[in-house]
């Protein structure tokens, strides 16, 4: 089975370039399961349930999110459904490794139309982030309530090394480790030992002229002066990232990664 797995949304740009260019790769690549990381769709700062609606509509079965995902609040009400909920709300992740009771889940275990199970994990680093519990242990935790063999996890962190360490404890137990939030590709994916496929960061789908997504001017003042100033999404210089996995529906073991970056 194909897995396609699209990095960061950021902005108007970001949603435009995935608009035009997910249709043909999802056709192309017979994917069978599409997850899109959408923590920065509005503006770069969080996802409000409209966005959330038009990424469902352009077929992602799950949307995770990180550290973003409270920026804009209409997403709490949206996301507070019951734990055995299938609906949108439930489809769309914070990471599980917040504190409890915050809105919304950080997994989902669901069913394709082929019947084919599947599970996705949302994770959130804590190397140079806000806190939040041990994403090593969460993961073993929700691997043991989990019975899908293929199970996708979106690792939201900000340290290459974080990363790759969850990815090695995870190998052989979930089909692949992908990483989110630098908002810059890494040229490192591979397969590891056990049959998870890896990349430490998919980068973000959004506007490359720019420092990470926001406008280069703004982020340049901040730097220089130190001042405050309001944040805007840059518009130039689209790109689409995303990574494709080719597994066994029967095992989870992942047999291929490819990364993607299609754009302007
Ligand atoms: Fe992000
Ligand atoms: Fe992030």
């Known amino acids: 089975m194909n897995i396609l797995f699209v990095g960061d949304v950021f902005g108007s740009a970001g949603r435009h370039i995935v608009r035009e260019h997910l249709p043909h790769v999802v056709e192309t690549n017979e994917v069978d399961l599409l997850v899109i990381n959408g923590e920065n769709a509005a503006g770069g700062f969080g996802i409000t349930p409209s966005l959330a609606e038009e990424l469902f509509d352009l077929g992602a079965h799950v949307i995770t999110t990180g550290n ?32 409890v009771n915050t809105p919304g889940f950080g997994f989902y275990q669901g069913e394709l139309p082929t019947g084919q199970a599947y599970a996705v994990i949302n994770m959130q680093g804590r190397v140079f982030m806000s806190s939040c519990d041990d994403p090593f242990r969460k993961a073993d935790e929700l691997l043991s309530k989990i019975t899908a063999k293929v199970v996708l996890v979106d690792i939201h962190a900000e340290a290459s090394s974080e990363k790759a360490a969850l990815a090695w404890y995870l190998d052989g137990r979930v089909t692949a480790v992908l990483g989110t939030h630098t908002h810059v590709p890494t040229a490192d994916q ?32 901040k730097f220089l002066t130190g001042m405050p100033g309001k944040f805007e999404a840059a518009k130039g210089n689209a790109k689409m990232c995303a990574a494709l996995i080719e597994c066994d529906g029967g095992t989870g073991r992942a047999t291929r990664i490819q990364r993607i970056m299609l754009g302007e």
């Open 190 to 221: 591979r397969i590891l030992h056990n049959g998870t496929a890896y990349q430490t960061d998919v980068g973000m789908s959004g506007p490359y002229d720019s420092v990470i997504g926001v406008e280069t001017e703004l982020v340049l003042a």
């Open 68 to 99: 973003h995902v409270w920026d804009k609040k209409e997403i709490f009400e949206y996301m507070g459904v019951p734990a055995d909920s299938h609906g949108r709300g439930r489809r769309i992740l914070r990471p599980a490794n917040y504190a």
